[in-house]
């Protein structure tokens, strides 16, 4: 069965400072693997996915994340926050073995300090 | 249009009332997808629909919900007697064929009130 984690419900970073947001997952083949963002009142905003191919894989809005497949981990990454940052961030993953949906993390809130 | 759409994007009803959410995908878009999002939660899938295939009603809770798709394009979740645990945002998603490896691409979403 697939699953995601995301271990931290809430992060705290101050602007200009790096940012990680954390997300492991389980599936029974190879995953492909999703961030989303979400802003108050809206949808939700594709940030960057990993199908196959380089382990490192570079987003919008300057975001990157880098699978690990020994940690089964994706997470995701900046360099430089912003306050515009600030939002809920969704971490989701696929397999080949029968699902046709996204399974999704609960989501961690990122604040960014001015 | 360019992105999925929904609509209304605010639904307040009472207790046993049936309500009908709608979604227009993305043009083109093959594959469409409804997802709920409680308060706190992650999303939860509901039904996904690919062409002319027969949908994938896995997730959804009860017999209480539906959802069809007219044309190859909108669709409408409806929810028959609704129950104040179904207050939630609904979610729709296309992608362009369905293939595991493609982009879900979301509208703004219905944030449904029961009362």
């Known amino acids: 069965a697939q699953s995601v984690a995301q271990p931290e419900d809430q992060v705290n970073v101050a602007e200009g400072n790096p940012l990680t947001v954390k997300c492991t997952y389980s599936?029974?083949?190879?995953?492909?693997l999703f961030w989303y963002v979400q802003y108050p009142n809206r949808g939700l905003q594709f940030l960057l996915k990993?199908?196959?191919?380089?382990?490192l894989v570079k987003g919008s809005y300057g975001f990157e994340a880098e699978f690990n497949k020994s940690q089964t981990s994706f997470h995701l990454k900046k360099p430089s926050a912003l306050v515009s940052d600030s939002a809920l961030y969704f971490c989701?993953?696929?397999?080949?073995?029968?699902?046709?949906?996204?399974?999704f993390g609960t989501g961690t809130r990122l604040t960014v300090i001015p | 249009g360019a992105g999925v759409s929904q609509s209304p994007s605010n639904k307040v009803t009472e207790k046993g009332k049936d309500v009908e959410l709608r979604c227009d995908p993305i043009?083109?878009?093959?594959?469409l997808y409804w997802y709920r999002q409680s308060l706190g939660q992650g999303l939860e899938f509901l039904i996904y629909?690919?062409?002319?295939?027969?949908?994938?009603k896995s997730g959804l809770p009860s017999d209480r919900f539906s959802a069809e798709r007219t044309g190859g394009s909108v669709s409408t979740l409806t929810i028959q007697r609704t129950q104040q645990e179904d207050s939630a945002v609904y979610l729709c998603?296309?992608?362009?064929?369905?293939?595991?490896?493609?982009?879900?691409?979301f509208g703004p979403g219905t944030r449904l009130l029961v009362l």
């Open positions: 043009s083109g878009h093959t594959a």
């Open positions: 599936v029974s083949g190879n995953p492909y």
């Open positions: 629909f690919q062409g002319n295939s027969a949908p994938d």
């Open positions: 990993y199908i196959t191919g380089d382990n």
């Open positions: 989701a993953v696929r397999d080949m073995t029968g699902a046709n949906n996204l399974f």
């Open positions: 998603a296309s992608s362009l064929g369905g293939l595991v490896s493609e982009t879900q691409y």
